[in-house]
């Protein structure tokens, strides 16, 4: 006999958060949005990537580019740059977006000890950048011997033969940082000494890096900013299970920091498949989500496949028909609250703990700290993210109100038949998802911030400065029908433009 689960499933419009005790020290300037988005030994070890905002944007055509990447790692999110084009254009716009920073950092401006005037000008015409680190080997961690600035010479006075070691600062003379100091640290020496570019350098004094007055400026505005260790923005990349023996090495190598396999229902041999290969090739150093599933036993199995997060969510998005045409899934909140039981198990027994994110559905600000209180460690938005200004669409007018455009991966219109691949041809007959209209709702700084400080608001409400603690302590009730009524603004006449009200 089949199998019928006791309980119906819900979403997260049927649920709310009852309040627990909020102490003085409970203010949302105080509550810290970090979260884990890959597996680790939790106790033991922090985990090899961290985000210090629990949002991801959707692997969409219609949401996650290159713009929408580096503006989402700026807030400290990750954006899953779409899989649905060629292998050459995604990890091009991987290395676009690792590339937005590169600047910043000198290896491209590194030049010998023996170089010349005639070197240096050469090598500013080149990369552009007017600080040079002088190594013994002109490597970029090399021995560093001393930096040249473009106020160091004069070219219109100076001899093109003149020798770097004439004209340079030399090591004795500079202000430096060992490596291990933290940004804070470098920043108030640059402070301090009112320096432009500060050197990083290890115990035998070989370069490591340089950090920037100018990197600085950015940070202090975007103190959330997620970046690599070579001061990069964080990127991930969305991989199939059809052309992963080429996909993810391009990816790899443009430098995509995390993958995850794009796919509507993720409990499937080709995905155990996909994991095992990428695992034999790179063993642990290439991080890989893995997804969708709606209950434990998904759950079980892409984790012991070795996937480093979880994605859950079957039919919730807001552009997918898929419950309707397949008449598969499964309400996203039941999903997300069985899937985080299943996680805590897994952790219990092996150590390991999985972050699981809660894909699609999510219509309300306060249907993320529902879906995190319910255990799930991040989101991932499709509709919210393509409403803004970064999402790689079209904005359009109609009858006088800007729109975006918003189109699901199963549309034919983004024809990614490859999601829905259960093997055999591979071609899917069917739509499982519509082309639509959002409202346009301006630059993305703006409405994460909002949308993060009613996050923040709420979980202060709950008593919680974490994550951890917002899933440890939250209290969550199901509302009745009527209730949800009494939850809108009822029983008044709601003040709008069409009334031409006379005071009296
Ligand atoms: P939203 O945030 O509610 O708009 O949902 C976004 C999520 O919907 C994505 O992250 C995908 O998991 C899922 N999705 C994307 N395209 C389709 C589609 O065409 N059909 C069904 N689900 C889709």
Redesign the pocket.
Known sequence: MAYFFDEPSHTFSEYLLVPGYSSSECIPDKVSLKTPLVKYRKGEEEPKLTMNIPMVS???QSVSGERMATALAREGGVSFIYGSQSIENEAAMVARVKATKAGFVTSDSNISVDATLADVIAMKERTGHSTMAVTKDGTAKGKLVGIVTSRDYRVSRMDPATKITEFMTPFEKLIYAKDGCTLGEANDIIWEYKLNALPVIDSDQHLTGFVFRKDYESHKENPNELLDEHKRYVVGAGINTRDYEKRVPALVEAGADILCIDS?EGFSEWQRITLKWIREKYGDTVKVGAG?VVDAEGFRFLAEAGADFI?I?I????????REQKGIGRGQATATIEVAKARDEYFKETGIYIPICS????VHDYHITLALAMGADFV?????F?RFEESPTNKVTINGTYMKE?W????AR?RNWQ?YDLGGSGKLSF????DSYVPYAGALKDNVDLTLSKVRHTMCNCGALSIPELQKNAKITLVSSTSIVEGGAHDVVVKDNKYDAKVN
Do not use: F, P
């Open positions: 959707a692997i969409m509507s969708n994605k969510g039919g919730g998005g807001s552009i997918c028909i898929t894909d699609g559905g999510i991932m938005l499709g509709r919210y393509s918003y699901g991966e199963g549309s983004a999601r739509e499982e998802g519509v």
